[in-house]
């Protein structure tokens, strides 16, 4: 159908609309039924959009629809009334519905620009249909209208507003966001800049007619937040092409910085202009051309082998090149480079004015609530597909406008925090990750990854300008937000994977200059941090790799479901008397069961494990004749070493057996589709390596991060930039040249910069006409060129590696010399095996091949007397000499099953009496014992005999040994506890491999063997020197505090003790005989905080204490005093374990006084030099050390006492005599259970009576006030 012509019935029904007379416009009777059919045409129009083309060509909107529209508002309004008053349809309703249809964006009518040539142009002329409606609606008759109607029913109250109205209302903004999106023809406008566009056009008449004010309500109304994404599509598309930085200095003049802009263009032009006129002038001779001359140029071949013949005039020989004359190759355009979609101009001044003003009231009245509203409905999902992008421009266009104008912070706090870097790193790197997976989407990928970058790079942006704000909490939030950006991986690992999958293809040039700018930004904030800050403490995650065994599950290896422990204890009494039964039972036949397959490739004797899984698979299906006679088969066919049992066996005993087995972890083998998989990698070991991520921290290197930078990839991406060197902004070209100066300056890798095409950009840049004005690359051009060919002089080959992107190793050998990198150690190069090893070898293997129990890779590692290998680099050399066909075949064998006989758990209670008070159990019972088990089979038969009661008695006790000290007696033993290292068991897991514990051996003996170790009051000396008084202090009131609080809940124990009549119980038992329950009873009760207490937190409120907990010696301190550092991935902060009683906090705290106070507090003593004791003072320190002991366990003894005193004193039956007399007697006051203690940090005052000593010798320790807050429910 010929869309010119337009169909009769669509042409009645526009003919019924009515009729344009002059300027009046006469409505037909009928007009709002052809408004109806016209919306129910384009309702079913084809997917070519014929109707709309032909209601485009007629011009019905400008014709009709606007007339219509402008002409009839009276009646407009009339209607509304009625329509509000009857719930009818009115012209009203339909005129806004079919504009918001015929003005609807070709890419919603089409889906994507089609590639087809027919449908691409159907594409092309609805786009240029709605080139010509949004001119003309470049009016402030339309767009007054619309504004009337929408301040109408925006009068409303929620009450009095139906549904039609919020549709309308709906309709209005969709029909001016419709008209906003249309794109500019800018070959037809043809317009400059300070020029009226179509676009500036229609943004004077939303101003003329009041629109911009509603949308200020819109965006700041509380009560209209369901339009907020209207609004602000709407907005981001009235800014579509501006400047933000360009439209807040508007009306200000031109500043200084754009007036030396403006003059450096202006003198790159003019020395350009005299160039080419000095060229031009020695391209005209004196004679004519054709006495010019021919020209052999020498060393330079033509076609044949002669040298060249130039027949042009010498000053043109600079300019030749082989490719004159020829056709230029043509780029795919799947390879060609992304063009630039988005064109930024500058309007006409009374526009930019009124643009201006917008954006300073929306930034002072709207932001915030806006921004907040439109977050909320992207995370609760409440908007359409890929509506974030909105967000992230409107983000990163008003924060530049407000970072340009007059910074103020509080305008865009809503979107200034840490929060909001998470949600657009969020969506960078989905967006980046849908880039490379949707390859047809590319593009479109592209760009919102685009929009993103802006965004982040805006907030890099602020939080940098906020750094050096005159308001010290701004930047103290400055502060904060870069430690917790820096402090995430994710973060600095973002412009890494940027760089290295930048795709020309997809991504324009200006993706990647504000990438560019954006990692210059980062660099420079990061490297101005961790020098402010000193050390810098980052997140690092890593792959740990975990070796695991290739055991199949039972569910899939046998098709069982496996029990639970509770099943399997059910289940197990009437499986035990089938077997009772079936054991008395004389006709049991053997010969119905065979253990093993014969048709198996595997030997008969390797096949052990398998007729073990069997037995318990048949138990296990409650098959007890089967499983009993399948052990006894088993038992004829494999007698050695009773693993199925003796010949003489009991039936209690093989009912005891088949217990053991139907209780084992018993390992399964691979199934079939398993075994296949690894037939077909021969290579593959027999252990798999797991990654397990693993959270650490680390303190952060700038250098070292530097360093990831220097990769060819990323270089290529620098070097892509600076060609267009001409086109670029100064400070673009400063962020190339300042990356680039920090690879080769700062990291010694200029060898990085030796690149043929890098070196042709620096020689036209050096011949340039304007190269005065980029002065900054000159200079690093010539730095560059220097280095090279410095390394030319020694390196011959260095001409050559120019036509090669290099690495870092490939630098290393330019710059030291070929094969530099064969002598260091790389865990990555294969070992090498000389001849002598080979044969060395091959005689262990032939030797001991053949010997039944044992495994020969490790007897080949026991006897191999050359470098130390490993069991994986004997196993490969074997199969590549030939003497082995696969990895496989050395596959540890054995049922590794926990069997244990008679003999061997005498002897393993044997070895566990006799190592008992050794400082390593297990380690010494693994030495000793003669049927070698792994560690986990050793220390589940164990608990299984009750020699142990739990894991953590069989952990290793480790104890660093120190030189005797010099101190006295008190402080001597004080730092015998204080060095005490014993082992965090909560840490460790349960079971560990023997490579493992040998390694941690290793590392503590490199540790017990290092250099000198300080003391404690070394230590503390040591900071209170270094300004850490505070910090030293306020962990010596945790410890107090601590102990405190654990004397507290001791005694609140011992006094539930009491009550429930445990004493009592006590008594008994001890005239019962029963003294060793009895003392252990005693230990719980008097003592209990050992089993009741938690680790406290070492929580730093300030941030001198904060600095202190980062410093490496406080943290040294800390390890001495036994406080235990945070689990990884876990925990943030130190903690004070568990198992510390109060006597031993108090001590440390005691530890952590400086001898000045200690001199204050005790004036008649004089100092006594160490090691000059005469007998008489160590007589007097043991007579102490003995007071000490009785006034310990005379506080236990009178704990009750106290307890009870402290509650009569709340009930108030204590008089005051009575409370002071008590106080003298008791040095611990006890709190009821649920007081809370209220401790100030911010306080230093002492308590009256500060100038008696603390318990236990704590001297000069100053106590907090404290408030007590008692529960009034608790009467007792």
Same mark, same amino acid.
């Given at each position: 159908?010929?869309l010119?012509?337009m169909?009769?019935?669509?042409?009645?029904?526009?003919?019924?609309?009515?009729?344009?007379e002059?300027?009046?416009?006469?409505k037909?009777?009928?007009?709002?039924?052809?408004?109806k059919?016209?919306?129910?045409y384009?309702?079913?129009?084809?997917?070519?959009?014929d109707?709309?083309?032909q209601?485009g060509?007629?011009?019905?909107l400008q014709?009709?629809?606007?007339?219509?529209l402008?002409?009839?508002?009276?009646?407009?309004?009339?209607?509304l009334c009625?329509?509000?008053?009857?719930?009818s349809?009115?012209?009203?309703?339909?005129?806004?519905?079919?504009?918001?249809?015929?003005?609807?964006?070709?890419?919603?009518?089409?889906g994507?620009?089609?590639?087809?040539?027919?449908?691409?142009?159907?594409?092309?002329q609805?786009?240029?249909?709605?080139?010509?409606?949004?001119?003309?609606?470049?009016?402030?008759?339309?767009f007054?209208?619309?504004?009337e109607?929408?301040?109408e029913l925006?009068?409303?109250?929620?009450?009095?507003?139906?549904?039609?109205?919020?549709?309308?209302?709906?309709?209005?903004?969709?029909?001016?966001r419709?008209?906003?999106?249309?794109p500019?023809?800018?070959?037809q406008?043809?317009?400059?800049?300070?020029?009226?566009?179509?676009?500036?056009?229609?943004?004077?008449a939303?101003?003329?007619?009041?629109?911009?004010?509603?949308?200020?309500?819109?965006?700041?109304?509380?009560?209209?937040?369901?339009?907020?994404?209207?609004?602000?599509?709407i907005?981001?598309?009235m800014?579509r092409d501006?400047?933000?930085?360009?439209l807040?200095?508007?009306?200000?003049g031109?500043?200084?910085?754009?007036?030396?802009?403006?003059v450096?263009?202006?003198?790159?032009?003019?020395?350009r202009?005299?160039?080419?006129?000095?060229?031009r002038?020695l391209?005209?001779g004196n004679?004519?051309?054709?006495?010019?001359?021919?020209y052999?140029?020498q060393?330079?071949?033509s076609?044949?082998?002669?040298?060249?013949?130039?027949?042009?005039?010498?000053?043109?020989?600079?300019?030749?090149t082989?490719?004159?004359?020829?056709?230029?190759?043509?780029?795919?355009?799947?390879?060609?480079?992304?063009?630039?979609?988005?064109?930024?101009?500058?309007?006409?001044?009374?526009?930019?004015?009124?643009?201006?003003?917008?954006?300073?009231?929306?930034?002072?009245?709207c932001?915030?609530?806006?921004?907040?509203?439109?977050?909320d409905?992207l995370l609760?999902?409440?908007?359409q597909?890929?509506?974030?992008?909105?967000?992230?421009?409107?983000?990163a266009?008003f924060?530049?406008?407000?970072?340009?104008?007059?910074f103020r912070?509080?305008? *865009?706090s809503?979107?200034?925090?840490?929060?909001?870097f998470?949600?657009?790193?969020?969506n960078?790197?989905?967006y980046?990750?849908m880039?490379l997976?949707?390859?047809?989407?590319?593009t479109s990928?592209?760009?919102?990854?685009h929009?993103?970058?802006?965004?982040?790079?805006?907030?890099?942006?602020t939080?940098?300008e906020?750094?050096?704000s005159s308001?010290?909490?701004?930047?103290?939030?400055?502060?904060i937000?870069?430690?917790? #950006?820096?402090?995430?991986?994710?973060y600095?690992?973002?412009?890494?994977?940027?760089?290295?999958k930048?795709d020309?293809?997809?991504?324009?040039?200006s993706?990647l200059?504000?990438?560019v700018?954006t990692?210059?930004?980062?660099?420079?904030?990061?490297?101005?941090f961790?020098?402010?800050?000193?050390?810098?403490?980052?997140?690092?995650?890593?792959k740990?790799?975990?070796k695991?065994k290739?055991?199949?599950?039972?569910? *899939?290896?046998s098709?069982n479901?496996?029990?639970?422990?509770?099943?399997?204890?059910?289940?197990?009494?009437?499986?035990?008397?089938?077997?009772?039964?079936?054991?008395?039972?004389p006709?049991?036949?053997?010969?119905?069961?065979?253990p093993?397959d014969?048709?198996s490739?595997?030997p008969?004797?390797?096949?052990?494990?398998?007729?073990?899984?069997r037995?318990?698979?048949?138990?296990?299906?409650?098959?007890?004749?089967?499983?009993?006679?399948?052990?006894?088969?088993?038992?004829?066919?494999?007698p050695?070493?009773?693993?199925?049992?003796s010949?003489?066996?009991?039936?209690e005993? =093989?009912?005891?057996?088949?217990?053991?087995i139907?209780?084992?972890?018993?390992?399964?083998?691979?199934?079939? =589709?398993?075994q296949?998989?690894?037939e077909?990698d021969?290579?593959?070991?027999e252990?798999?390596?797991?990654?397990?991520?693993? *959270?650490?921290?680390?303190?952060?290197?700038?250098?070292?991060?530097?360093?990831?930078?220097a990769?060819?990839?990323v270089?290529q991406?620098?070097v892509?930039?600076?060609?267009?060197?001409k086109?670029?902004?100064?400070?673009?070209n400063?962020?190339?040249?300042?990356m680039?100066?920090?690879?080769?300056y700062?990291?010694?890798?200029?060898?990085?910069?030796f690149?043929?095409?890098?070196?042709?950009?620096?020689?036209?840049?050096l011949?340039?006409p304007a190269?005065?004005?980029y002065?900054e690359?000159v200079t690093?051009?010539?730095?560059?060129?220097?280095?090279f060919?410095a390394?030319?002089?020694?390196?011959?080959k260095?001409?050559?590696?120019?036509?090669?992107?290099?690495?870092?190793?490939?630098?290393r050998?330019?710059?030291e010399g070929?094969g530099?990198l064969d002598g260091?150690?790389s865990s990555h190069?294969?070992?090498?095996?000389?001849?002598?090893? !080979?044969?060395?070898l091959?005689?262990?293997?032939?030797?001991?091949?053949?010997v039944?129990g044992?495994?020969v890779v490790?007897?080949?590692?026991?006897h191999l007397?050359?470098?130390?290998r490993?069991r994986?680099q004997?196993?490969?050399?074997?199969?590549q000499?030939?003497?082995?066909?696969?990895v496989?075949?050395?596959?540890r064998?054995?049922?590794?099953?926990v069997l244990?006989?008679?003999?061997?758990?005498?002897?393993l209670q044997?070895?566990?009496?006799?190592?008992?008070?050794?400082?390593?159990?297990?380690g010494?019972?693994?030495k000793n014992?003669?049927?070698k088990r792994?560690?986990?089979?050793?220390?589940?038969k164990?608990?299984?005999l009750?020699?142990v009661a739990?894991?953590?008695?069989?952990y290793?006790?480790r104890?660093?040994?120190?030189?005797p000290?010099?101190l006295?007696n008190e402080?001597?033993?004080?730092?015998?506890?204080?060095q005490?290292?014993?082992?965090?068991?909560?840490?460790l897991p349960?079971?560990?491999?023997e490579?493992?514990?040998?390694?941690?051996?290793g590392?503590?003996?490199?540790?017990?063997?290092?250099g000198? #170790?300080?003391?404690?009051?070394?230590?503390?000396?040591?900071?209170?020197?270094?300004?850490?008084?505070?910090?030293?202090?306020w962990?010596?009131?945790c410890?107090i505090?601590?102990?405190?609080?654990?004397?507290?809940?001791?005694?609140?124990?011992?006094?539930?003790?009491?009550?429930?009549?445990?004493?009592?119980?006590?008594?008994?038992?001890?005239?019962?005989?029963?003294?060793?329950?009895?003392?252990?009873?005693?230990h719980v009760?008097?003592?209990?905080?050992l089993?009741?207490?938690q680790?406290?937190?070492l929580?730093?409120?300030?941030?001198?204490?904060?600095?202190?907990?980062e410093n490496?010696?406080?943290?040294?301190?800390?390890?001495k005093?036994?406080?235990r550092?945070?689990?990884?991935g876990?925990e943030?902060?130190?903690r #004070?374990?568990?198992?510390?009683?109060?006597?031993?906090?108090r001590?440390m705290?005691?530890?952590?006084?400086?001898?000045e106070?200690?001199?204050?507090?005790?004036?008649?003593l004089?100092?006594? *030099?160490p090691?000059?004791?005469?007998?008489?003072?160590?007589?007097?320190?043991?007579?102490a050390?003995q007071?000490?002991?009785?006034?310990?366990?005379e506080?236990?003894?009178?704990a009750?006492?106290a307890?009870?005193?402290?509650?009569?004193?709340?009930?108030?039956?204590?008089?005051?005599?009575?409370?002071?007399?008590?106080?003298?007697?008791?040095?611990?006051?006890?709190?009821?259970?649920?007081?809370?203690?209220l401790?100030?940090?911010?306080?230093?005052?002492?308590?009256?009576?500060?100038?008696?000593a603390?318990?236990l010798?704590?001297?000069?320790i100053r106590?907090?006030?404290?408030?007590?807050?008692?529960d009034?429910? !608790?009467s007792?």
């Open positions: 159908m010929d010119n012509m169909n009769c019935e669509l042409l009645a029904t526009c003919s019924a609309l009515g009729y344009l002059g300027d009046t416009y006469h037909e009777p009928d007009c709002l039924e052809s408004v059919d016209l919306i129910r384009l309702r079913h129009e084809d997917e070519t959009r109707v709309r083309q209601l060509a007629a011009q019905i014709s009709d629809l606007l007339p219509i402008t002409q009839h508002r009276q009646d407009h309004l009339w209607y009625l329509v509000r008053k009857l719930n349809f009115s012209l009203l309703h339909g005129l806004p519905r079919l504009m918001v249809n015929l003005t609807q964006p070709a890419l919603l009518c089409f994507s620009v089609p590639k087809e040539p027919s449908f691409r142009h159907h594409f092309l609805v786009l240029a249909y709605l080139q010509a409606y949004k001119e003309a609606f470049a009016s402030e008759k339309a007054g209208v619309l504004s109607t929408l301040y925006l009068q409303l109250g929620w009450e009095e507003r139906q549904e039609e109205d919020s549709l309308l209302i709906e309709r209005i903004l969709l029909l001016v419709n008209v906003l999106h249309v500019a023809d800018l070959d406008e043809k317009r400059i800049d300070d020029d009226a566009s179509v676009h500036d056009r229609l943004l004077w939303i101003h003329l007619s009041g629109l911009d004010d509603l949308l200020l309500f819109l965006a700041s109304a509380t009560a209209e937040h369901q339009w907020s994404l209207h609004v602000l599509e907005i981001s598309l800014f501006q400047n933000p930085e360009q807040a200095g508007v009306g200000q031109r500043l200084a910085q754009e007036r030396r802009t403006a450096a263009e202006l003198e790159v032009l003019r020395q202009e005299m160039a080419e006129k000095k060229t002038a391209q005209r004679r004519h051309s054709r006495f010019g001359g021919s052999i140029v060393g330079l071949k076609i044949g082998e002669r040298d060249l013949i130039f027949h042009k005039g010498l000053h043109n020989l600079q300019n030749y082989s490719d004159l004359g020829k056709q230029p190759r043509r780029v795919p355009k799947r390879r060609q480079a992304a063009r630039e979609l988005s064109v930024q101009r500058r309007s006409a001044l009374n526009v930019r004015l009124f643009l201006r003003d917008f954006c300073s009231e929306f930034l002072e009245n932001y915030n609530r806006l921004m907040g509203s439109v977050k409905h609760r999902e409440k908007a597909q890929h509506d974030e992008t909105y967000y992230m421009w409107a983000l266009f924060m530049a406008f407000n970072r340009a104008a007059s912070p509080g305008l *865009v809503e979107t200034l925090s840490v929060r909001t998470h949600f657009i790193e969020q960078l790197t989905k980046y990750e880039m997976t949707d390859r047809k989407e590319a990928w592209a760009r919102r990854m929009l993103a970058l802006k965004a982040y790079q805006e907030l890099l942006a939080v940098n906020m750094n050096v308001d010290e909490a701004v930047r103290e939030s400055s502060r937000i870069q430690n917790n #950006i820096f402090y995430v991986m994710e600095r690992e973002l412009f890494l994977a940027l760089f290295r930048f020309e293809r997809c991504q324009p040039r993706f200059r504000d990438l700018e990692t210059h930004l980062f660099l420079k904030m990061l490297e101005w961790c020098r402010s800050r000193g050390n810098l403490m980052v997140q690092n995650k890593r740990k790799r975990k695991k290739k055991v199949l599950d039972q569910s *899939v290896a098709g479901v496996p029990y639970s422990p509770e099943e399997m204890e059910s289940v197990w009494p009437s499986l035990a008397e089938q077997l009772q039964c079936c054991a008395q039972d006709e049991l036949s053997l010969d119905s069961m065979v093993f014969a048709a490739e595997v008969v004797e390797e096949q052990r494990a398998e007729a073990m899984v037995i318990q698979d048949c138990l296990l299906a409650g098959q007890a004749p089967q499983a009993l006679t399948l052990l006894r088969s088993a038992r004829e066919v494999w050695e070493g009773d693993v199925f049992g010949q003489n066996i009991s039936p005993e =093989e009912i005891q057996l088949l217990k053991q139907f209780w084992a972890p018993l390992p399964r083998q691979q199934g079939p =589709e398993e296949g998989a690894e077909e021969e290579e593959e070991e252990e798999e390596e797991l990654h397990v991520v693993e *959270v650490l921290e680390k303190e952060f290197n700038f250098l070292d991060y530097l360093k990831r930078f990769n060819s990839t270089i991406a620098y892509l930039l600076l060609r267009s060197y086109q670029n902004s100064a400070h673009t400063h962020c190339v040249v300042k680039l100066h920090r690879l080769a700062d990291l010694k890798m200029e060898a990085l910069l690149q043929l095409s890098l070196f042709c950009l620096f020689n036209r840049l011949s340039d190269a005065g004005a002065k690359l690093f051009a010539k730095y560059i060129l220097g280095k060919f390394l030319a002089a020694v390196n011959q260095a001409f050559v590696e120019l036509l090669f992107w290099k690495n870092t190793a490939v630098v050998e330019m710059t070929y530099s260091g150690s190069r294969r070992p090498v095996w000389s001849p002598e090893e !080979e044969a060395q091959q005689e262990l293997y032939l030797a001991h091949k053949d039944e044992q495994d490790d007897t080949i590692l026991a007397k050359t470098a130390p490993t994986k004997v196993i490969h050399h074997l199969v000499l030939g003497l082995a066909d696969s496989k075949d050395f596959q064998k054995g049922t590794q099953i244990w006989t008679e003999d061997q758990e005498l002897e044997r070895l566990f009496e006799e190592f008992q008070d050794s400082d390593d159990v297990l010494n019972i693994m014992i003669t049927a792994s560690r986990a089979r050793i220390v589940d164990l608990l299984a009750g020699l739990e894991r953590r008695e069989l290793k006790k104890r660093k040994k120190l030189a000290s010099s006295p402080e001597e033993s004080l730092n015998d506890f204080c005490e290292d014993l082992e965090e068991e909560e840490n349960e079971e560990e491999s490579e493992d514990e040998e390694k941690e051996e590392s503590e003996a490199e540790q017990a063997h290092g000198s #170790i300080l003391s404690t009051q070394n230590l503390g000396q040591n900071l209170h020197q270094e300004g850490f008084s505070a910090p030293l202090l962990l010596q009131n410890l505090r601590a102990a405190e609080d654990r004397e507290e809940v001791g005694e609140w124990i011992n006094d539930g003790f009491r009550r429930t009549g445990v004493w009592r119980l006590l008594e008994i038992w001890s005239w019962d005989g029963g003294p060793v329950l009895s003392s252990h009873l005693h009760t008097i003592d209990p905080v089993g009741c207490s680790a406290v937190p929580v730093p409120l300030t941030e001198e204490n904060e600095e202190a907990m490496e010696q406080f943290q040294q301190l800390l390890q005093l036994r406080v550092p945070p689990a990884s876990q943030t902060f130190w #004070i374990p568990a198992k510390l009683s109060p006597t031993q906090l001590r705290a005691a530890s952590l006084s400086q001898p106070e200690e001199e204050k507090l005790q004036p008649g004089e100092p006594k *030099v090691g000059e004791q005469g007998p008489e003072e160590e007589h007097q320190q043991e007579e050390h007071q000490e002991e009785e006034r310990q366990k506080h236990r003894a009178h009750p006492r307890l009870l005193s402290a509650r009569k004193k709340k009930a108030g039956l204590v008089s005051p005599e009575e409370e002071g007399t008590d106080g003298g007697k008791e040095q611990l006051k006890v709190a009821p259970k649920k007081r809370q203690l401790d100030s940090d911010e306080e230093k005052e002492e308590d009256e009576g500060g100038s008696k603390p318990e010798g704590a001297p000069g106590k907090k006030k404290r408030f007590q807050i008692e009034d429910d !608790e007792d």
